[in-house]
């Protein structure tokens, strides 16, 4: 029957500690940067939310004067002129505002992308020989 020294037995167990400790740090490292994808994402969509409303505003407000601008087209000289180049304002404000919104729903990172990365580097070194 073989004996164990003390040495060797708590040399295990510190080895499961230090490999328990370090698949915590690796889980807590992992859901950090899950938070912070979340979080990001979140900003991202607000940002979205919040042009496209604008853009939507604008357009509105462009139509409206578009429409008054017909009714005034009846009336005396400078008038017209006045609600056109509004019209042609809020238009352009409107029209720019959803294509930033449009360009940044399509420049838009993957979703997890830092994440799937970082798991894939770890999945590379836990199958290192």
Same mark, same amino acid.
């Given at each position: 029957?073989?004996?164990?020294?003390? &040495?060797?037995?708590?040399?295990?167990?510190?080895?499961?500690?230090?490999?328990? $400790? !370090?698949?915590?740090?690796? $889980?807590?490292? =992992?859901?950090?940067? *899950?938070? !912070?994808?979340?979080?990001?994402?979140?900003?991202? *969509?607000?940002?979205? %939310?919040?042009?496209? *409303?604008? &853009?939507?505003?604008?357009? &509105?407000?462009?139509?409206?004067?578009?429409?008054? *601008? %017909?009714?005034?087209?009846?009336?005396? !000289?400078?008038?017209?002129? %006045?609600?056109?180049?509004?019209? &042609?304002?809020?238009?352009?404000?409107?029209?720019?505002?959803?294509?930033?919104?449009?360009?940044?729903? =399509?420049?838009?990172?993957? @979703? @997890?992308?830092?994440?799937?990365?970082?798991?894939?580097?770890? =999945?590379?070194? %836990? !199958?290192?020989?």
């Amino acid at each position: 029957m073989p004996e164990t020294t003390p &040495g060797e037995s708590r040399g295990v167990l510190d080895s499961l500690k230090t490999l328990a $400790a !370090t698949l915590v740090a690796i $889980a807590h490292t =992992r859901l950090d940067l *899950l938070a !912070t994808d979340l979080e990001e994402e979140r900003a991202h *969509l607000l940002s979205l %939310l919040v042009l496209a *409303l604008v &853009g939507l505003f604008f357009l &509105g407000i462009g139509v409206m004067l578009a429409v008054m *601008l %017909l009714v005034a087209a009846f009336w005396e !000289t400078h008038r017209l002129l %006045l609600l056109g180049l509004l019209a &042609g304002a809020f238009v352009a404000a409107g029209i720019a505002a959803w294509a930033i919104a449009m360009r940044k729903a =399509r420049s838009k990172p993957k @979703f @997890f992308a830092a994440s799937m990365s970082e798991l894939l580097k770890d =999945r590379q070194q %836990l !199958t290192r020989p």
